[in-house]
RNA sequence: GCACUCGUAGCUCAGCUGGAUAGAGCACCCGCCUUCUAAGCGGGCGGUCUCAGGUUCGAAUCCUGACGGGUGUACCA
């Protein structure tokens, strides 16, 4: 339910009504219960512009608002805002209505964007790391909010797969002969391994090297060998997607090898729009207050990673035909994107109607607050921090004892994985996070748990009543209203969040649902023998729907719930 | 040096396209289970929103500057 854009469309109503003239009308959720469910804050501002007292506006305004249906009443207060209150019998017609609804009660956007959707990008030289961490679930819940919405979702996992270290690799491979497959179990280790080779013989460093020429050249054994690596080593990719829930699958491999052929082409372009300068034997750009140029081709003829975006840029805008292009990378490269955006644009390699964000994150911190790394300083690997999670949360399940062993693995996975994305979701993208165990497997706050815990809970009370559900949501008190009211504000969050491009407005969102939900849940028994038969309905009318939107909400995350904890 | 970014309760974080007395969780203290999952709920404690100016009827929010942390800055990605 689009409810602030129903209001504004009330107040502007109101406005027109009262003979004044505006444009943006913004409709705030109310700061405190006091003052309502929604208000609005716009009159002090035409007050100066009409030179007028606020109040005497705020007067004048609230004697024409429509209150025959959305909204039950509405109050100046203070030095002209205007509070507004819903109507109890429209917040229950409207809940009501979306009780057997799959969306909840989220429409599709009116008009529907084709989004390119760059996220999780892993090295196939080496496992994936923490460090792929975010752009991963970060990117998956991005690309699922925007097809929920109704988009057309090109999800792109820019994987890299071409560079020198595949020459040493794959001089390696072949000198395993058939034991290669097998020891390319453990790609880290196989990339020490090879190294220590390349560092060790100077035969095989050269061989390396004539193999990365090789591959370049197209040479078909090569070639062969280079794709078996990179089979293998996408498996290992795939396998932690599967982990994860992240949906990408080889059909979204859009490699960086793939934009190789056109690369030649973008410097072309580039030449072609007199953005090129020769610069210390490097094809450079330099953009306007940077002395420092983008280099798109080396001394040596080499191309860069930003030839490489460029090609990509250009692809996704025209042959994908994307309206919104986003990167969903690391802060760090910032500038990176700005520069590579503006050249895009510049040498109309990407149409300027074409939106493109880079989806910046932070970095993720451990305790002491530095970069994430194992006890000897090493990179973890992201297999190996999931499994991690996985026990931790068998650990805190068990001592529960209401499961099998086979659901508890399937709840403990549940659980511990719900409990690392969440936990990354749930904080502003751009800022650095802390990684905490034991923040993010506690039921207490803004946690997955706390939101599966409040699902199972809701399960439970359905386990024991196996009625009929059919009826219509009455709202009795304050608590119900707020109940319905936020179950319903669920499509003005989702919209927010894609527009923005912020998962923790969802994350935010669902912990106020939940909340609201335990006082509820706490105030208002459902199940005993004293409730009237309608009340009872209704009350297990509004926990079926909160069920809903928690399940909805959590699914968009990527986070499964359970039915029983 | 230059650019970007952050600075809110003891800790971890919301709030930032200007609005009313700045909110949560953790920690600490006090209550509530013969009652639908107490891994819950209620109450209390806790703040110069880094500092100084400015714009405004109104600033945590916008602007300028300072201080402090992080990051990036020519042939890696």
Redesign the pocket.
Known sequence: MKIKSKLSTIIQKALNNANIETSDI?I?D???P???DY?F??I??LA?QLRKNPREIASTVIEKIDTTNIIEKVEV?????I?IWLSNKWLANEATDILDDPRVGVGFVEKPQKVVVDYSGP?MAKQMHVGHLRSSIIGDTIATLLEFLGNDVIRQNHI?DW?TQFGMLIAYLEEQGADGNQNLKDLEQFYKDAKKRFDESDEFANKAREYVVKIQQGDPHCLELWQKFIDISLQHCEDVYKKLSVKLTRDDVRA?SFYNPRLPKVVETLQNRGLLVD????K?VFLDGS???V?V????G????AT?DLAGLEFRAKDLKANRICYVVD??????FKQVFTIAKKADMVDNSVQLEHIAF??M?DKS?K?FKTRDGGTVKLIDLLDEAVIRAKE?????N?HSQEELDKVANAIGIGAVKYADL???R?????F?WD?ML?????TA??MQ?AY??I???F??YDGELKGQIIIDDEIEHRLALIILKFEDTLL?ASKEA?P??IT?YL?DL??IF??F????????DDIEPDIKMSRLLLSKLTANVIKKGLDILGIEVV???
């Open positions: 913004v705030s109310a700061t405190k006091e003052f309502g208000q804050n716009g002090m501002k100066k207060a203070g030095p002209g805002f509070n090295n890299g560079g960086e610069s210390n034997g490097a450079c002395d420092v140029p280099i081709q080396k001394g040596d080499g191309y860069l990673y490489t802060a760090r490269q910032g500038e990176h932070g970095t911190m607050g970069p805190t399940i068990k001592q529960r209401t749930s904080i502003n751009e800022s650095n996070y802390l905490s923040k506690s039921f207490d706050g803004n748990l706390y815990y199972a809970r399960g439970s009370i386990r024991k927010k912020t923790h407005t935010s912990y939940v909340t335990m006082k849940y706490e105030q208002n028994p459902i199940l005993k039915d029983k904890i």
